[in-house]
Nanobody, 125 residues
Framework: QVQLVESGGGLVQPGGSLRLSCAAP????????IGWFRQAPGKEREGVSC????????YYTDSVKGRFTISRDNAKNMVYLQMNSLRPEDTAVYYC??????????????????WGQGTQVTVSS
C-alpha cells in the first residue's frame, strides 16, 4: 500500500475553482492508477475521476464532465484534480485513492487498495 496525502480543499463560492493535490511521499505515483472519490454527509462514497498509470487515460463521472480535470505530474510525483464551476452539490470530503493494478471499474472503491485521509470541499455562498 502507498500512503496518499490530499491537500487543496477549502470553502469556495458557487462558480469558483479549487485544485486538489494528491501526493505520495516515498512512493512513485506513476506506477499507480489514481482515482478521486468524494463522500457527502449521509451519502455513499462515489467515484469522481480517475487517471490510469499505463496510458494516462482519464475518466469522469457524468456530473463533473466539462468542469473537472484530472492530471498527473510525474516529475513532481503529484496527481491533481482541477475543479471549476463548482456547485453546492460538489460539497463533500474528497479522497484520492491508488490502485497498483488497473481497475476494471474505475469508480468502484473496491478496486483501490490505498486511500488518503481526505480533504473537505465546501461550496457555499
Amino acid at each position: 500500500q502507498v500512503q496518499l496525502v490530499e491537500s487543496g480543499g477549502g470553502l469556495v463560492q458557487p462558480g469558483g475553482s479549487l485544485r486538489l493535490s494528491c501526493a505520495a511521499p516515498g512512493f512513485t505515483l506513476d506506477y499507480y492508477t489514481i482515482g478521486w472519490f468524494r463522500q457527502a454527509p449521509g451519502k455513499e462514497r462515489e467515484g469522481v475521476s480517475c487517471i490510469s498509470s499505463s496510458d494516462g487515460s482519464t475518466y469522469y463521472t457524468d456530473s463533473v464532465k466539462g468542469r473537472f480535470t484530472i492530471s498527473r505530474d510525474n516529475a513532481k510525483n503529484m496527481v491533481y484534480l482541477q475543479m471549476n464551476s463548482l456547485r453546492p452539490e460538489d460539497t463533500a470530503v474528497y479522497y484520492c485513492a491508488g490502485a497498483f493494478f488497473r481497475p476494471h471499474d474505475w469508480y468502484s472503491t473496491y478496486e483501490y487498495d490505498s486511500w488518503g485521509q481526505g480533504t473537505q470541499v465546501t461550496v457555499s455562498s
